[in-house]
Nanobody
Framework: QVQLVESGGGSVQAGGSLRLSCTVFGRLPGGTATGWFRQAPGKEREFLAAINWSGTNTYYADSVKGRVTISRNNAKNTVYLQMNSLKPEDTAVYYC???????????????????WGQGAQVTVAS
């Protein structure tokens, strides 16, 4: 049984930073990619960033490029999302997800992901 658990969410002032963690419990196939998504109130869930198994490939949505960095530590079964220069519009529930088929050209597509975490709330105050 595979479980993804997000942590590190919370409240922060605009301009601040947060680092989210996604820890995987259970075994995933080698080559699994991991992505981060978010869903703001009243909006659809959107893709933010993805990283391949070895950490050599990353991909970012234009909306957050330059402000977020995705990384991973496979020894800890954890993927991170460092977010800087946070804005009130970054307020959302943030989800991590695993894509067991591995890296692809459609790594930003939600339906490609097999396992999802429960989400972590991030609130940015103005």
């Amino acid at each position: 049984q595979v479980q993804l658990v997000e942590s590190g969410g919370g409240s922060v002032q605009a301009g601040g930073s947060l680092r989210l963690s996604c820890t995987v419990f259970g075994r995933l196939p080698g080559g699994t990619a991991t992505g981060w998504f978010r869903q703001a109130p009243g909006k659809e869930r959107e893709f933010l960033a993805a990283i391949n198994w070895s950490g050599t490939n990353t991909y970012y949505a234009d909306s957050v490029k330059g402000r977020v960095t995705i990384s991973r530590n496979n020894a800890k079964n954890t993927v991170y999302l460092q977010m800087n220069s946070l804005k009130p519009e970054d307020t959302a529930v943030y989800y991590c997800a695993s894509e067991t088929a591995g890296w692809s050209r459609i790594i930003n597509v939600q339906s490609e992901y097999d396992y999802w975490g429960q989400g972590a709330q991030v609130t940015v105050a103005s």
